[in-house]
């Protein structure tokens, strides 16, 4: 009963921690269309062009043009990639705003809902809301316990699976130490169809509980759903082979088996986050795997230690496990950071991203309570150096084990809301994605498709740019070298040219651009891609002299 009522300690404290947590972010940040975001155009497109900073795949039914009259004229979505084509019929009426609304589910498994509008001739006297479509609360709140719940019952699954098969002292009763390894497994395959379940109304935009059989279906056959499934088989193969580790007689074959199929479980936890889109995939996925196999080593076997192998054990057989289990947690917290060192810097993106991006200010908080766990693990393995335990006894070591635990419980709270924030990369993008407002345009030529906007391209030296490049067919093109220039069209003055500095990813570049005089000017934009491939694409932004009335 004392270990239930530790565990339920546990639960509760992690809990709190994410019932703060806000609706979940976007995490593929529109970066513009064609046609441009509050553009006006000449005549009806026969299609529309959506594009996003990663893969993205539509929601059945919730991808829709809807023209100045307010009726649909759009067709079945069409996606490549992070490219997002919508056929469209000619409307009755084809002078005045359309709205495009789209819901679609990036590649880390998140949902992303917006709206966008554009106008044919002129804007209409009353355009449709271009609002975004946000997750239901109830989900916002579900998706990150779900998460919590899969730490979790890893946590307990891993720590008293290691102590039992390896470090379990021969007079020491297994029967609780089994149960809670059991209990852990369980767990997990638990908030395995909790995540099933709730990425259907996420999907769809709907409360946790309006699901329909078929957006059910819809998930279990996505990515997503697949890879948890696989998640749930793996599971019941560990769950099959675990008995005779538990009681410490397993073979090497069978051990060696069940750290094989653990290995394989792992996996799916970043193919379903934010790895799956990162840059570097299978590099982010392995450092993922790899700090999640140590937290679930660290964390489990405190919580074993705590629970179990502190109390009534004699001082003596703690002489002989303790250092063990220190060597042992040394190692663990060594490739913890190491793991984590490698994700921050891939999906931090830039070190400004830390202080400017919720997802930077998140992994701050984590990395300080991870520094002062450290401290107190620190104190620990000097008490267990110094051979406290046999000399004065457990009772220290069980509260700067508690300590230990306590801390790497917020760790794990910061973590679960983490996964559901942009990450760095992604939120520096989201800022510079084309806005309704300013310039944005499209312009192409043989070598590439280049997207910008300008914003609020009004007088003075506070107009921001951004531009986007991507290959004829939608994909986006790394480029090496950025510049623009603009003059001023009917007065003898030459243009002003400055590069623009390259953004993760590297088919993004943003500056600042001027304009001291209203009039015409010509942008030109000179774009090179590897060392010999070099375009320059150009247009024409009107300045006006009020620009009060932009």
Request: contains cysteine; aromatic residues 6%; proline residues 7%.
């Amino acid at each position: 009963m004392r270990a239930l009522r530790v565990l339920g300690v546990l639960l509760l404290a992690l809990g709190a921690l994410l019932l703060p947590a806000g609706p979940a972010s976007a995490h593929a940040a529109l970066l513009g269309s064609t046609p441009a975001p509050g553009s006006i155009i000449g005549s009806s497109p026969s299609e529309i062009v959506v594009t996003f900073s990663e893969a993205v795949t539509p929601v059945t039914g919730r991808v829709q043009v809807l023209d100045p009259d307010g009726k649909r004229i759009s067709g079945e979505p069409r996606v490549s990639g992070a490219t997002l084509r919508i056929p469209v019929r000619r409307a009755a009426q084809p002078l005045g705003t359309y709205l495009v609304s789209y819901r679609v589910i990036s590649a880390d498994s998140h949902p992303v809902g917006g709206a966008i509008t554009f106008s044919v001739g002129a804007p209409s006297a009353a355009p449709p809301a271009a609002g975004e479509a946000e997750t239901h609360r109830s989900v916002a709140v579900a998706t990150p316990v779900t998460r919590f719940l899969g730490y979790a019952g890893l946590t307990l699954a891993v720590g008293p699976a290691l102590f039992l098969g390896l470090l379990w002292p021969r007079r020491r009763s297994r029967l609780g130490a089994t149960r809670m390894a059991y209990a852990g497994l369980g767990l997990t395959a638990l908030a395995t169809l909790a995540s099933l379940y709730v990425q259907a109304p996420a999907s769809s935009g709907a409360a946790l509980g309006d699901v329909s059989g078929t957006e059910l279906r819809q998930v279990l056959t996505s990515s997503f759903g697949l890879t948890l499934l696989a998640r749930l088989a793996v599971l019941a193969i560990v769950a099959g082979l675990l008995p005779p580790v538990l009681r410490g007689t397993a073979s090497r074959p069978r051990a060696l088996a069940v750290a094989v199929a653990a290995l394989g479980g792992l996996v799916t936890w970043p193919l379903t986050g934010h790895a799956a889109a990162a840059p570097l995939t299978a590099a982010i996925v392995a450092s993922d795997v790899v700090h999640l196999a140590a937290m679930a080593v660290w964390l489990g076997g405190l919580i074993t230690l705590s629970v179990f192998l502190l109390r009534r054990t004699d001082p003596r057989v703690l002489g002989v496990v303790l250092p063990v289990w220190s060597r042992w947690a040394a190692l663990a917290v060594v490739w913890l950071v190491a793991g984590g060192v490698v994700q921050a810097v891939v999906q931090v993106g830039s070190i400004p991203a830390l202080w400017h991006t919720s997802y930077g200010r998140l992994l701050l908080a984590k990395v300080t309570v991870l520094a002062a766990t450290l401290a107190v693990a620190f104190l620990a393995r000097r008490m267990v150096g110094r051979r406290q335990v046999v000399t004065a006894g457990p009772s220290r070591m069980r509260r700067t084990v508690g300590a230990e635990v306590l801390a790497t419980v917020v760790i794990l709270g910061l973590s679960s809301v983490l996964v559901q924030v942009n990450p760095g990369r992604s939120a520096t993008v989201d800022q510079g994605a084309v806005r309704d407002e300013g310039v944005s345009q499209t312009l192409t030529c043989p070598l590439y498709t280049l997207q910008f906007n300008i914003f609020p391209a009004q007088l003075g030296d506070n107009n921001t740019i951004h531009a986007f490049v991507y290959t004829p067919a939608g994909a986006p093109l790394p480029a090496d070298e950025w510049t623009v220039s603009s003059q001023l069209l009917g007065r003898d003055l030459e243009p002003v040219t400055q590069p623009l500095l390259p953004l993760l990813p590297r088919h993004h570049a943003a500056g600042a651009i001027a304009f001291p005089y209203p009039g015409t000017y010509e942008i030109k934009f000179t774009v090179r891609i590897g060392e010999l491939n070099q375009a320059t694409v150009k247009t024409t932004v009107s300045v006006p002299s009020d620009t009060a009335t932009r």
